[in-house]
């Protein structure tokens, strides 16, 4: 069992940046991939990024490539998605779930966070 618990989130003017935490509860964090995800109202969630379980291999969405960066730190058992160049329309709630794959499909992580809210005002 993992629960997993994101903060970060807030209000940001656009070009500004965030970062977000994803903190774990459960020895077993480090065998766990785990993945951003986001939800923008009236929006499926989708996928944003995950990270290996030594943070090694990392993959993320196309709208995320350049910008933004998933790190984790086994040993505080925290995944950080560090957000630069922020624009209205990363707008979400943004979520972290825990899986076993490297996997881009949300209905394929195991556990997931409440989630912490995005805002980018233009």
């Known amino acids: 069992q993992v629960q997993l618990v994101e903060s970060g989130g807030g209000l940001v003017q656009a070009g500004g940046s965030l970062r977000l935490s994803c903190a774990a509860s459960?020895?077993?964090?480090?065998?766990?991939?785990v993945g951003w995800f986001r939800q923008a109202p009236g929006k499926d969630r989708e996928f944003v990024a995950f990270?290996?379980?030594?943070?090694?291999?990392?993959n993320y969405a196309d709208s995320a490539k350049g910008r933004f960066t998933i790190t984790r730190d086994n040993a505080k058992n925290t995944v950080y998605l560090q957000m630069n160049s922020l624009k209205p329309e990363d707008t979400a709630v943004y979520y972290c779930?825990?899986?076993?794959?490297?996997?881009?499909?949300?209905?394929?992580?195991?556990?997931w966070g409440q989630g912490t809210q995005v805002t980018v005002s233009s």
């Open positions: 779930g825990a899986g076993r794959g490297y996997e881009l499909d949300s209905y394929k992580y195991d556990y």
């Open positions: 990270a290996s379980r030594d943070g090694y291999i990392t």
């Open positions: 459960g020895r077993t964090f480090s065998s766990y991939v």
